[in-house]
C-alpha cells in the first residue's frame, strides 16, 4: 500500500495556473505508474492525466490536452500536475492514485485525499 497526499489547490482566476503536488510513502513509488483524477459536484470522478514509472510515456484526458502537463520526480516520491490556462469548468476536487496509467478510476489502487481547485470566471 502507499500513502498519497495532495496539495497545492486553490483559487485562481480563469487563465492563470496551479501547480499540484501528491508526496507518496510506502510502496516502492519509483515502480509505481501515477494518475489524476478529479471529481466536480454532481459528477462521476474522472481521468486528468497519467504517467508511467519511468515518466517515458504520459496519458491526458482531450479536455486538458496541452493545458496540463503530468510529470514525477522520483527522488522526492512525488507526482505533479501543473496546469495552465485553467477555465472555470475544471473547478473540482482533484485526487492523485497511484498502480495504473488507465483511464478507468477502478484501476488504481490507492488514492490520496484530494485538493480543491477553484477556477472563477
Known amino acids: 500500500q502507499v500513502q498519497l497526499v495532495e496539495s497545492g489547490g486553490g483559487l485562481v482566476q480563469a487563465g492563470g495556473s496551479l501547480r499540484l503536488s501528491c508526496a507518496a510513502s510506502g510502496r516502492t513509488f519509483s515502480s509505481l505508474a501515477m494518475g489524476w483524477f478529479r471529481q466536480a459536484p454532481g459528477k462521476e470522478r474522472e481521468f486528468v492525466a497519467a504517467?508511467?514509472?519511468?515518466?517515458?510515456?504520459?496519458y491526458y484526458a482531450d479536455s486538458v490536452k496541452g493545458r496540463f502537463t503530468i510529470s514525477r520526480d522520483n527522488g522526492k516520491n512525488t507526482v505533479y500536475l501543473q496546469m495552465n490556462s485553467l477555465k472555470p469548468e475544471d473547478t473540482a476536487v482533484y485526487y492523485c492514485a497511484a498502480g495504473s496509467i488507465r483511464t478507468m478510476a477502478s484501476a488504481y489502487k490507492d488514492w490520496g485525499q484530494g485538493t480543491q481547485v477553484t477556477v472563477s470566471s
Open positions: 504517467i508511467n514509472w519511468i515518466a517515458t510515456s504520459t
